[in-house]
């Protein structure tokens, strides 16, 4: 059988990453068996530069001596045999953009001969031209990542963690989430062949759970937020689950092999826009992995020499929880006050280190945006420009307006909001919006005469 976008010739093993024919994780059922011919970069502590063992279960914990030493969880980062160079990324590109985020492997963490893929990345990059103007830039695109599988961002982290966790000899996954994560790892452990554990809570929209066990997952629903992370930690310890998410009550991010791969929405502006400046790239953001991962791949971009100017990186965010963290002389991620929003996927009282280190090594900031602003943009968006994105990727758009204003970003260049869902997946908010500021009531016919039909 043909595969249809080509993935099985995609990349060469590199003798410098690590091997993993040879590793094993010991569980309480006995060894789980690696699967051979795939490489694994491997990991790095950004603040000590200590480098674990790659096939440990807890690494999903991140750090532990700069945990203690900074008092902060310290996510891993991906530490590779070389720099990204020109050529690479020349190699990359002449690849059929079909092969979505595995054309650019040889950037990626993980290189395996037949990566877990549903297609998912080369999305498409829509310019603003209704919206853009009125918000006060001409120049605004959206990255549209609700073209992926599943219809977010999730997808581009899911394909290369489930990889990993597959080639690392794991037999199940798993993840803490409220939507987008659990709905993408529970869809890539079913291609993968892959047991997957979701713990959610209870009031996680319908749709979500939904989708997630019409993919497979088992879900563990609790009540309680906190509770959903023991129930991983068990299961990592017990029964040799991969984390796929963040999994600690006190966020770390997740796992290093999932985030890198949002590098790639990096690599596809940069192709997009001919490789021409970009002023700033706005994200949703709020444990960072997204933020994280587009930050490393226009580093990835600047090394090799490709790009012209370094984008205005802004976290667009809800109750300012990395805004407070940014300003604040002590380490400190949290926790801050929260409440009810509809950008629930990027709500809870914490931030990361990881989105930290992004913003203040590439020289970004945060900007945060009420309740209000959120659902009028999301209004806005769809009826001036046909998109009906979630809660949480019209923060984003209602940050590069406030950005604008406030003088954070240029008019004189393009500007990235980056999408990371549909609407669908939530509609209970948009609902109550409209029914309080529609312009254009519901009429059913028969209920006016002055109807013709």
């Given at each position: 059988m043909t595969d249809p976008i080509g993935l099985g010739a995609v990349g060469t093993q590199s003798s410098d990453r690590v091997r993993v024919e040879s590793l094993s994780w010991a569980t309480a059922n006995g060894a789980v068996n690696a699967v051979a011919n795939a490489g694994l970069c491997v990991l790095e502590c950004p603040e000590c530069h200590q480098r674990p063992d790659i096939a440990n279960?807890?690494?999903y914990l991140g750090c532990t001596d700069c945990s203690l030493r900074l008092g902060i969880p310290v996510n891993y980062t991906i530490a590779y045999p070389a720099p990204a160079t020109k050529a690479q990324f020349e190699v990359a590109r002449a690849l059929p953009a079909t092969r979505g985020i595995w054309r650019w492997s040889a950037m990626l963490p993980v290189e395996d001969p037949n990566p877990v893929s549903l297609g998912e990345g080369n999305t498409p990059?829509?310019?603003?031209?209704?919206?853009?103007?009125?918000?006060?830039?001409?120049?605004?695109y959206l990255k549209n990542e609700s073209t992926n599988p599943t219809w977010s961002h999730k997808d581009r982290l899911c394909a290369s963690a489930v990889t990993a966790a597959r080639a690392l000899g794991a037999q199940t996954v798993?993840?803490?989430?409220?939507?987008?994560?659990?709905?993408?790892?529970?869809?890539?452990?079913?291609?993968?062949?892959?047991?997957?554990?979701?713990?959610?809570?209870?009031?996680?929209?319908?749709?979500?759970?939904?989708?997630?066990?019409?993919?497979g997952a088992e879900l563990q629903v609790v009540e309680d937020w906190n509770e959903r992370y023991q129930l991983i930690a068990d299961g990592v310890r017990d029964e040799g689950w991969f984390a796929c998410s963040n999994?600690?009550?006190?966020?770390?991010?997740?796992?290093?092999?999932?985030?890198?791969?949002?590098?790639?929405?990096?690599?596809?502006?940069w192709e997009q826009f001919g490789g021409a400046p970009i002023g700033a790239v706005v994200v949703p953001a709020?444990?960072?992995?997204?933020?994280?991962?587009?930050?490393?791949?226009?580093?990835?971009?600047?090394?090799?020499?490709?790009?012209?100017?370094?984008?205005?990186?802004?976290?667009?965010?809800?109750?300012?929880?990395?805004?407070q963290s940014l300003k604040s002389i002590e380490p400190t991620t949290g926790p801050y006050g929260v409440s009810p929003t509809a950008a629930f996927s990027i709500g809870g009282a914490y931030t990361t280190h990881q989105a930290l280190y992004a913003l203040r090594t590439s020289g970004g900031t945060a900007v945060s945006v009420s309740e209000d602003e959120i659902l009028e943009t999301?209004?806005?968006?769809?009826?001036l420009e046909g998109f009906y994105a979630e809660a949480s990727s019209c923060v984003?758009?209602?940050?590069?307006?406030?950005?604008?204003?406030?003088g954070l970003i240029s008019s004189n260049l393009p500007s990235v909001v980056v999408s990371t869902s549909t609407g669908l997946k939530d509609t209970k908010a948009t609902q109550k919006w409209l029914q309080q500021h529609r312009e254009n009531p519901v009429?059913?016919?028969?209920e006016r005469s002055d109807l013709t039909v």
């Open positions: 279960l807890q690494n990059l829509v310019h603003l031209q209704s919206l853009g103007p009125r918000l006060g830039l001409d120049g605004l798993a993840a803490a989430s409220t939507g987008n994560h659990g709905v993408s790892l529970a869809a890539y452990a079913a291609r993968a062949g892959l047991r997957c554990v979701i713990s959610t809570i209870s009031s996680v929209p319908d749709t979500m759970k939904i989708l997630m066990e019409a993919y999994s600690t009550a006190v966020p770390v991010g997740s796992t290093p092999y999932g985030v890198d791969a949002y590098k790639t929405i990096a690599y596809e502006l709020g444990y960072g992995d997204c933020l994280a991962g587009i930050v490393r791949g226009f580093e990835d971009l600047r090394t090799a020499g490709l790009l012209e100017a370094w984008p205005k990186f802004i976290a667009a965010e809800v109750f300012g929880r990395i805004t999301q209004a806005s968006l769809a009826s984003a758009v209602a940050a590069a307006k406030i950005a604008c204003r406030s009429v059913r016919v028969g």
